[in-house]
């Protein structure tokens, strides 16, 4: 349906009716400034008036259609400030995780750097080759051939260090997804 | 060892002790697949952590200093031995 003004809408809408037979003759100006003063209303209705002799009714009766007076409560907000509350614990284990996981330089920290590995560590693998250089897992063990696939290496302190940025990372999202779930169950009342 | 190293330590055997110290700390790898020219990183595919932990404990094993521009350069079992054998004190 193509977009109309005001004026043309009223117009259309005036033949329509006089087309099916209903005899419908209104001010268009005063039925017009009636629709445009009507903007607060949530809906307004010009019916056929029988009265429409009288000049004040212009042909018409407007019918205005008021607002619903309901408070929309914004609970948006409130619900996942709670969300995030319940989820504190693991919102700061993220962002533990996060910090663990910032690249420290190894020779800064007085390591020695190999032709071709990485010139950067983090402080879960430092604290490790610090304090608890060969805590690795069994040798022969499948955890340690998954490990070693994986990261490289089966010192425990070396894989836990590898794989935070990726825990940090999954915690992040989880946490976004986990609060946005909640969020919306309690808007919907659950 | 320590003895030995009073005198005159050959290449050799310093390649077989950093070879040991290198599957010690590593702990996955086996002994006859470290050969004295294989990349630790390149072909072995050692964790760049772990040959840190190698080198700390070459440089306490043999009492050498060395810095990082000299293991910048070092990729293999015999480059490090090579470097052990450079900075061996003359008296050893």
Redesign the interface.
Not at chain 1, 111 to 118: C, N
Not at chain 1, 151 to 155: A, D, E, H, Q, S
């Given at each position: 349906m193509p977009e109309l003004s005001l004026q043309q809408a009223i117009f259309r809408g005036t033949s329509e009716l006089n087309s099916n037979g209903l005899t419908f003759a209104p001010n268009p100006i005063a039925l017009a400034n009636d629709f445009e003063f009507s903007s607060n209303y949530s809906g307004a209705i010009a019916l056929p008036s029988n009265s429409s002799k009288q000049p004040r009714h212009n042909g018409y009766e407007f019918v205005k259609l008021s607002t619903p007076n309901i408070k929309i409560p914004d609970t948006t907000l409130e619900n996942l400030w709670e969300c995030t509350k319940e989820h504190y614990g693991l919102t700061a284990f993220a962002v533990f995780a996060g910090t663990a996981s910032i690249p420290i330089d190894?020779?800064t920290l007085g390591?020695?750097?190999?032709?071709?590995?990485?010139r950067n560590?983090n402080i879960i693998?430092h604290i490790g080759?610090s304090f608890f250089?060969?805590t690795?897992l069994p040798?022969k063990s499948s955890a340690?051939?998954l490990a070693?696939a994986t990261?490289?290496?089966?010192?425990v302190f070396?894989i836990i260090?590898?794989a935070m940025p990726f825990v940090a990372l999954g915690l992040a999202v989880f946490d976004v997804v986990s609060i946005g779930l909640c969020a919306y169950d309690a808007q919907n009342g659950k | 060892m320590m003895r030995k190293m009073e005198n005159k330590l050959s290449k050799d055997e310093v390649i077989a002790a950093i070879t040991d110290i290198l599957v010690g700390v590593v702990g996955w790898i086996e002994k006859d697949k470290v050969l004295p020219t294989a990349h630790c990183v390149l072909d072995l595919h050692i964790n760049g952590d772990d040959l840190s932990m190698v080198a700390m404990q070459v440089e306490k094993h043999f009492r050498i200093e060395s810095t990082q521009d000299e293991w910048s350069h070092i990729g293999t079992v015999e480059q490090v031995a090579d470097l052990v054998l450079k900075n061996l004190p003359q008296s050893r």
């Open positions: 190894k020779v390591y020695r750097v190999w032709e071709g590995s990485s560590t693998s080759t250089p060969l690795r040798a340690a051939r070693k990261f490289g290496t089966i010192r070396g260090g590898r | -």
